[in-house]
């Protein structure tokens, strides 16, 4: 049981260029999140899913986009990046309703 | 939407002494509200959480209490050991409608906890 994996855990990329990471979860869960965190400024909420095929914008989706074409996947697109979206990503997962949120390591992304 | 604040945002306390980090929000409607504590490099990881019918929990050295009229909520660490040091992160979540317009986990923007020998 991995839990929650995210991959790449290292990412440096140049302005413009696009990439993708990838989060899965094998605990069954129906609710997937994508979370970014700068120094001071907590966990900000990207987009999230609620379910298979379902997205939703969080606080902070400009710049980026998400899919959940299977319950175990959800990836976070930058389709141009920009140096303000260097950060460390979090993606995380929970069983439907509130509850504990389960997180992945981390994808420290860096634009140059 | 929801929004969390955090005070402080950095605590330093001595071995053995508590520590209280107070949080509000703004929903009415949020009904969890959990405590998560990361440590330096790692991913956040749940310590305590509360829910909105409940005042008050308590696990070992570690408290949580919750004023729906107010609308803050706090943790307490008592004893507090260098283990104890870390980034303190406190979350409000609004529940889903319907579709899941909800269902949204709002963070705190952190406290830095350091326990002195």
């Known amino acids: 049981n991995a839990g929650v994996t995210q991959t790449p855990k290292f990412r440096v990329l140049k302005t413009g260029q696009s990439m993708t990471l990838l989060c899965a979860q094998d605990m069954n869960h129906e609710y997937m999140y994508w979370y970014r965190q700068d120094p001071g400024m907590g966990l900000r909420l990207i987009h999230y899913?609620?379910?298979?095929?379902?997205?939703a914008k969080g606080e902070v989706p400009d710049g980026y986009n998400v899919s959940r074409l299977k319950k175990q996947n959800f990836l976070l697109g930058l389709e141009s990046a920009a140096p303000s979206q260097t950060s460390v990503y979090f993606c995380?997962?929970?069983?439907?309703?509130?509850?504990?949120?389960?997180f992945g390591e981390g994808s420290r992304l860096t634009v140059l | 939407g929801e929004n969390v604040e955090q005070h402080p945002s950095t605590l330093s306390v001595q071995e053995g002494d508590s520590a209280v980090i107070k949080c509000t929000y703004s929903d009415s409607a949020s009904n969890y509200f959990p405590w998560y504590k990361q440590e330096l490099g790692k991913r956040p990881q749940l310590i305590i959480d509360i829910r909105s019918n409940v005042g008050e929990k308590k696990d070992q050295r570690i408290a949580v209490t919750l004023n729906k009229t107010a609308k803050h909520f706090s943790l307490h660490i008592t004893e507090t050991q260098p283990e104890d040091s870390a980034v303190y992160f406190c979350a409000a979540n609004v529940p889903g409608i319907l579709t899941g317009g909800g269902n949204k986990l709002t963070f705190g923007t952190g406290t830095q906890l350091k326990v002195e020998l």
């Open positions: 899913s609620v379910g298979e095929g379902t997205t």
């Open positions: 995380a997962s929970r069983p439907q309703g509130p509850g504990e949120l389960f």
